[in-house]
């Protein structure tokens, strides 16, 4: 069993909010510190050998500076505050970067290194003012899915360098990787329902109604002089739309793969809604209803990023 498996780990808030505990700390001396370790024990045994006062002072007094470094690295940890705020998602290929921010209980923090397990840290100050310090950090590149960054080692070797203290921290925020988009393809029905050159609803396609506005409608739907007119935000439905929607199928896709037909699906998805269509999704593990917008558009691709895993 290693040592990560039975030391403390600090546990965040539902927010991601967490405050080193002095219980969550751990200290080890440093290759340096081992050095200065075994030049003062010499020192010890030729002052007493030698009888020699002055020595016993010197001896005594880099020990006192010693254990007071390994204080003053302890308590630039205790009482350190973060937020995990994960990373917005990307596509495959793509560098991740986690959000950390960082915070005190008003006392200056130098040479704060953070990481995640395999990962390079990195390394900053953090001032006394609460929760003003970002810093993104780097990892691996990821493949499709939702992942977690697993444990963040929040680590100091200040202020000599003698020891280095520790606390590790459980992220529990996900990661979404989408696919990663492959060449453009045009689904069967792409050219349906475009008399002004991709945008379904709009050019000669007939006006059939309004509608309460939707998260993620385009702004040239929205029907601006009824909202002038005090009757709310509402969108306007074109016969083009409600009649033909585009369906990326997941029969249609090129490639004889799983991961091929998944980055054209993917790369359908992104071009159908840079055209603004009213798309759906259908693969074997399920269905997404047409509609459009950001928050379509997310929901399709976490579907295909899900795609083959399990509980998903």
């Avoid at 003012?129 to 100091?156: K, V």
């Avoid at 969108?235 to 083009?240: A, I, N, S, V």
């Avoid at 585009?246 to 055209?275: F, H, K, Q």
Wanted: aromatic content about 10%.
């Amino acid at each position: 069993m290693g040592l990560s498996n039975w030391i403390r780990v600090e546990q965040p808030s539902p927010t991601g909010r967490a405050e080193i505990g002095a219980r969550r700390i751990y200290i080890l001396p440093t290759r340096y510190g081992l050095i200065y370790t075994a030049l003062l024990f010499l020192m010890l045994l030729g002052s007493v050998n030698y009888g020699n006062n002055p020595a016993h002072l010197l001896t005594f007094l880099l020990g006192a500076l010693g254990s007071n470094a390994m204080y003053m690295t302890w308590r630039n940890l205790r009482g350190l505050r973060l937020v995990c705020r994960g990373t917005a998602p990307l596509f495959a290929g793509q560098p991740v970067r986690f959000l950390i921010e960082l915070g005190g209980d008003g006392n200056e923090r130098p040479a704060i290194q953070l990481g995640f397990e395999d990962n390079e840290p990195v390394l900053l100050d953090v001032p006394p003012d609460q929760y003003n310090t970002s810093r993104e950090i780097p990892l691996e590149d990821l493949p499709r899915g939702e992942h977690l960054p697993g444990r963040l080692t929040i680590s100091t070797q200040y202020p000599l360098g003698l020891f280095r203290a520790w606390c590790q921290l459980a992220c529990e925020r996900p990661i979404l990787v989408y696919p990663q988009p492959g060449q453009s393809w045009l689904p069967p029905g792409s050219e349906v329902g475009h008399s002004d050159g991709g945008m379904a609803g709009a050019g000669n396609d007939d006006f059939t109604g309004l509608r309460g506005y939707r998260p993620g409608d385009q702004a040239s739907w929205i029907d601006w002089k009824s909202y002038a007119r005090d009757r709310g935000l509402n969108t306007r439905l074109f016969d083009g739309q409600a009649a033909l929607p585009l369906w990326i199928n997941w029969d249609d896709a090129p490639g004889t793969d799983t991961e091929a037909r998944l980055s054209a699906l993917t790369r359908a998805v992104l071009d159908a809604e840079a055209r603004g269509r009213h798309y759906g999704l259908k693969t074997p593990q399920g269905s997404v209803a047409p509609s459009n917008g950001q928050a379509h558009r997310h929901a399709c691709l976490k579907h295909l990023a899900l795609y083959g895993w399990p509980n998903a």
